[in-house]
């Protein structure tokens, strides 16, 4: 199965988790750049509402006393302000609006500050700023008087903001979006893995599909309705692959059944023909190879169709001793030993016996073939397994791969074969949940082919 995940450089997975950082990313910056600049104005906007709450106060501490003079009480504004009023960082001024003219101001022995010099007469309602030095203007009404107050005070509070709040601010907001940025990163990767989790789980249905369970369809729960076309069309394209599928086996055995006769029929009529000899055993020979082909192409097209199948419990010794004598002809005919080794007499598995005769018989016939003059060929019957060994030429680790291939044969055959024996076992192993093993070398110095069976019935008794 390919790679998959963010690993992959082509994953979805990986794609979305690039997209959605850069994004948020991008987001992040923004409101980082945003946060920057309102942190750069922070003192100015810190100063203009400290100047506004100062100017509200003010006139709280303002009265008229008998005289008509205005007077106001420095203790109350010593413990409101009182450091800007112990250092004279603060100074006011009360204007009359109607006559335009200062009535009293905060530091009347210190006519010449620097916060007093930096409120003119015409100075503009609301903050403003000049040389340093914070100024408002707020209009109040005071005992029916309509007077200005006016308020200066040097920067020092945005010195000391500058100095001091600013770096601190800039390192929370830093930290702040750091981890701002970890959290959503770490939120949008488990998110981006919720949302491929149904691509994925497709996808393992699919790789669990074998060539033998083309009925097989995927299931459509829990898949997201964006994905459910594709799972549609995957089904439909499955369906209509099984049914080719079951068309070709149909029309292999239709044509391999319609050939039997016509093959008969021409091997009857070469047997009463006036032929030469030499021609008639060749194609002779040529008629035994075609039928020999159709039967196989009818053992496959059996092998695999598994609903024929009647599986009940089937005494793997009694298979291989049908199997033995029905080939014990062949054998003396090519001047051959065989022989069964029955570890287990009472070995059963749960199969269809035909099918079981068909793969053995292929088998046997393929151990035979192979096998050079003389040599031995063992059929072995243990308790989980079938094994077929020979003492001929072995078989070449690079043509493992190749032996169930169909038509496959190899170019040092003793016999003609149709290169479909070995297809056939393949089948019928695959349809009794079984397992072919195959070792190219064993002690007698050929191959040896195991068939273990995961399907058995312990202890039954040979009858």
């Not at 903050?127 to 309509?146: C, H, M, P, Q």
Request: negative net charge; glycine residues 6%; aromatic residues 6%.
């Amino acid at each position: 199965m390919k790679q998959s995940g963010l690993t992959n450089k082509d994953s979805l997975a990986r794609k979305l988790f690039i997209l959605f950082t850069l994004m948020g990313g991008a987001v992040f910056a923004l409101i980082g750049g945003i946060l920057f600049l309102f942190s750069i104005n922070f003192a100015n906007i810190a100063v203009e509402k400290s100047m506004h709450g100062m100017a509200e106060d003010i006139p709280e501490s303002l009265h008229f006393d008998d005289k008509g003079m205005l007077i106001y009480s420095s203790t109350n504004m010593a413990k409101k302000w009182g450091y800007d009023a112990l250092f004279n960082n603060l100074a006011f001024k009360v204007i009359d609006r109607t006559s335009n003219s200062v009535i009293l101001t905060s530091n009347e022995h210190l006519e010449t500050s620097v916060a007093l010099l930096a409120l003119p007469i015409d100075l503009p309602e609301g903050y403003s700023f000049s040389n340093g030095i914070d100024r408002y203007r707020i209009a109040v009404t005071l005992e029916g008087k309509e007077l200005y107050v006016d308020l200066a005070r040097d920067d020092l509070i945005g010195e000391l903001a500058n100095e001091a709040v600013l770096p601190m601010l800039g390192q929370v907001l830093t930290l702040t979006m750091i981890a701002a940025f970890l959290i959503f990163i770490c939120v949008g990767y488990v998110s981006i893995k919720a949302v491929v989790k149904p691509v994925n789980r497709v996808a393992e249905q699919l790789d669990g599909i074998e060539p033998t369970q083309l009925d097989r369809r995927l299931d459509k729960k829990g898949v997201p309705s964006e994905m459910l076309p594709l799972v549609n069309a995957l089904n439909d394209t499955m369906e209509r692959v099984e049914k080719g599928f079951k068309e070709q086996k149909r029309f292999v055995a239709n044509a391999a059944h319609e050939l039997k006769t016509p093959l008969a029929v021409l091997r009857t009529r070469l047997e009463l023909a006036n032929v030469p000899e030499k021609v008639g055993c060749e194609l002779m020979g040529d008629i035994a190879y075609m039928t020999r082909v159709v039967e196989q192409l009818l053992d496959l097209s059996r092998a695999q169709n598994q609903n024929s199948y009647l599986h009940k419990p089937v005494n793997i010794s009694d298979v291989a001793k049908d199997v033995c004598m029905l080939l014990g002809p062949l054998t003396v005919t090519h001047n051959k030993e065989l022989a069964l080794e029955e570890v287990d007499k009472d070995a059963t598995v749960i199969g269809d016996q035909a099918a079981l005769i068909i793969m053995l018989k292929n088998l046997l016939e393929n151990a035979l073939k192979h096998a050079e003059e003389g040599a031995n060929v063992v059929v072995e019957i243990a308790n989980d397994r079938i094994s077929v060994k020979d003492s001929g030429p072995g078989i070449k680790e690079e043509d493992r791969v190749k032996l169930f291939e169909r038509f496959w044969r190899k170019e040092q055959s003793t016999l003609t074969g149709s290169g479909l024996g070995l297809a056939i076992v393949h089948e019928v192993t695959l349809a009794h949940n079984a397992k072919i093993d195959v070792e190219c070398n064993n002690e007698l110095g050929g191959a040896t082919f195991h068939v273990y069976f995961y399907d058995r019935v312990e202890s039954i008794p040979n009858s």
